[in-house]
């Protein structure tokens, strides 16, 4: 454990109870992706099964239970509790086009050829893809309410802190995993557009509304 | 490669 990992952790945390609050304060879920946040909770779903074959620390452990109840508590708001506010006509992303590579990448490259680490593989070939369905749902409709995007930009800096990490802990401890790495660039990648867009007009001192051209 | 394969962030 370093500052870094620490730092991002607390930023994944953030940014999952920023959605919560937002969501329940509001009692709406508008303009959030339902997508996304399924192949989120598939995502820790399919990682977290270590927590029964895998300790590693009470800080690890309470940090999986916490995602993976957060993660199911926020689909219990979008598709049961604020149903009637999904915004189902904009999210249309297609989820098999990063269902099915991710599930076929992860049986072909991984770290070793068993169940739970197929399924730890999937996980983070999934994690990096799933917030396109949120992305496209922000650029289809051109705007995100400045709560969404603080929301966005608190998991994107989540997944940047993590790359630190691995920097340090190359360095520090001569560790690395390279599909995490390499998944891991690539999903901070994604959020590069919105970072900046974020910075550039997030900033402003009254902004209510950022919108974001695709 | 057991021990390799642990895991340990989230």
């Keep these: 454990m370093n500052v870094f990992r620490l730092a991002g952790d607390i930023s994944h945390l953030l940014a999952i109870i920023i959605l919560l609050l937002k969501i329940w304060t509001s009692r709406s879920c508008a303009g959030i992706s339902g997508k996304s946040q399924v192949m989120f909770a598939i995502t820790y779903t399919a990682r977290y099964l270590d927590l029964f074959t895998n300790f590693i620390s009470l800080y690890n452990s309470t940090m999986k239970i916490i995602f993976l109840g957060a993660a199911y508590a926020t689909l219990y708001l979008i598709y049961v509790r604020f149903k009637a506010t999904y915004d189902h006509n904009h999210d249309t992303f297609r989820v098999e086009f990063l269902l099915i590579p991710t599930v076929i990448l992860s049986v072909l490259i991984n770290h070793d050829f068993s169940p739970l680490e197929i399924l730890w593989t999937f996980s983070i070939y999934l994690e990096s893809v799933a917030i396109l369905p949120q992305l496209f749902m922000v650029s289809k409709t051109g705007e995100a309410e400045s709560i969404t995007s603080h929301y966005l930009f608190a998991l994107g800096s989540y997944r940047a802190l993590y790359i630190i990490n691995w920097v340090y802990r190359y360095y520090a401890e001569g560790f690395y995993d390279l599909i995490a790495i390499v998944a891991g660039v690539v999903q901070t990648v994604l959020y590069c557009d919105f970072f900046y867009l974020y910075i550039t007009k997030g900033s402003r001192a009254n902004a209510t509304e950022m919108s974001i051209e695709a | ?10």
């Design chain 2, 1 to 10: 490669i057991e021990d390799e394969l642990g895991h340990d962030e989230l």
